[in-house]
């Protein structure tokens, strides 16, 4: 079965920098759009950050110039870079595979901006 397994979240301090990593399991992962996306408590869950198959990139206005989206088709792994982080970016982060109609999740890793 699909499989997204993401790592690297934690607690950060404001101005700092992590790397989430999403590992695939199960899908012809080089054929996938692979895209991240966060949820805060009491707030909608929130596009970040999209990589297709042919390594085009789109970023959220909110996130542009902090974070950076890659892949790594030999790896099944898809990577957040995410720098200069604000207390607003405390949040689940989510990683998501995407083919046509055929979406798939992963379980998330949180993320905690704190001094």
């Known amino acids: 079965q699909v499989q997204l397994v993401e790592s690297g979240g934690g607690l950060v301090q404001p101005g700092g920098s992590l790397r989430l990593s999403c590992a695939a399991s199960?899908?012809?992962?080089?054929?996938?759009?692979m895209a991240w996306y966060r949820q805060a408590p009491g707030k909608q869950r929130e596009f970040l950050a999209d990589i297709s198959s042919g390594n085009s990139v789109d970023y959220a206005n909110s996130v542009k110039g902090r974070f950076t989206i890659s892949r790594d088709n030999a790896k099944n792994t898809v990577y957040l870079q995410m720098s200069s982080l604000k207390s607003e970016d405390t949040a689940h982060y989510y990683c998501i595979a995407i083919f046509a109609s055929e979406v798939h999740w992963g379980q998330g890793t949180q993320v905690t901006v704190s001094s």
């Open positions: 199960g899908i012809i992962f080089s054929i996938y759009t």
